[in-house]
Nanobody, 123 residues
């Protein structure tokens, strides 16, 4: 049974940086597209960033493009989200997910989900 475990969330001031990591186990990591989603209170879960199986192709939500960077290490079964220039509106629970979506941005296209990590940005 595949498992994803996120880490790295926390409280930072606006303009600061955080790095989220997601460790995968129990699945063939390099066979899956990986992505990060987030969900703020009272809002739907939304796509943040995705990365192809090889790591060559990435995609970002317009709201984070240029500030966030997704990467993966298939040898270590880890996907990372580097978040810079953070804004209060980035506050949310961030989820790591794995699927065979080929770039799809719908949560229903992903098979495995982590438990989420809270990111809070203060003004």
């Amino acid at each position: 049974q595949g498992q994803l475990v996120e880490s790295g969330g926390g409280l930072v001031q606006a303009g600061g940086s955080l790095t989220l990591s997601c460790a995968a186990s129990g699945l063939s990591f390099s066979s899956y597209t990986m992505a990060w989603f987030r969900q703020a209170p009272g809002k739907e879960r939304e796509f943040v960033a995705g990365i192809s199986r090889s790591g060559i192709t990435t995609a970002y939500a317009g709201s984070v493009k240029g500030r966030f960077t997704i990467s993966r290490d298939n040898a270590k079964n880890i996907v990372t989200l580097q978040m810079n220039s953070l804004k209060p509106e980035d506050t949310a629970v961030y989820y790591c997910t794995a699927g065979n979506s080929n770039g799809d941005r719908k949560p229903t296209s992903y098979d495995y989900w982590g438990q989420g990590t809270q990111v809070t940005i203060s003004t």
